[in-house]
């Protein structure tokens, strides 16, 4: 067990002796942080900061990026070794290079590296060489078409994409079973 001696961030001193991980996330996100601390190796802490999102219509989105500088800073306070934007759809909203704007918008508050999620799908995918996918979300139909066209303007041909149509709070509260179940079908659709 780490526990506290003198203080000074170090191997054997205090918890997130490795990293500090900071996350910006939509205020009705659920799911994230139990998902955070089930992944996060022995010396590695997560440190968690809020955006308004209540409802995914456009509004709620435009207004999500006015939270990022606010959020980076807050995290800033921490000491973070790194901050991502955990919001797949708010990181894409804005099309092709929108995750790149929310990223100087961190790092204009800390500078530390920082990624989005559909930055880190799309390095995922060049890494692995996929160049075609098909996607299963539990998004909205205008929200998915965001997703195929930032996909795609990223050099990834999406083939399907399918969504089982919730909002907000709706969104964190699919059930896995239902979520892999859908990407089977979507899968042995094509």
């Not at 997560?46 to 955006?51: E, L, V």
């Not at 006015?66 to 800073?73: L, N």
């Not at 290079?97 to 995918?125: L, M, N, R």
Request: negative net charge; glycine residues 10%; aromatic residues 8%.
């Amino acid at each position: 067990m780490v526990g506290f001696s003198n203080g000074v961030k170090g191997e054997d001193t205090m918890i997130g002796w490795r990293a500090r991980f900071g996350v910006i996330l939509p205020s009705v996100n659920i799911t994230t942080e139990s998902e955070f601390y089930r992944c996060l190796p022995e010396g590695i802490t997560a440190h968690f900061t809020r955006m308004e999102f209540k409802e995914s219509t456009p509004e709620y989105y435009e207004r999500m990026i006015d939270d990022v500088p606010a959020g980076a800073r807050m995290l800033s306070h921490a000491e973070v070794d790194a901050i991502i934007f955990a919001c797949t759809s708010g990181s894409l909203y804005g099309g092709l290079g929108y995750d790149q704007k929310i990223i100087s918008k961190i790092k204009e508050q800390i500078d530390v590296p920082a990624s989005t999620t559909s930055t880190a799908v799309i390095e995922a995918f060049k890494t692995m060489g996929v160049k075609k996918v098909a996607v299963a979300t539990p998004y909205e139909d205008w929200v998915n078409e965001l997703e195929k066209n930032f996909f795609e303007g990223n050099g990834v041909k999406v083939l399907n994409i399918q969504g089982l149509g919730c909002r907000g709070i709706d969104v964190c509260e699919v059930h896995p079973e239902k979520v892999s179940g859908e990407a089977l079908k979507i899968l042995e659709s094509n």
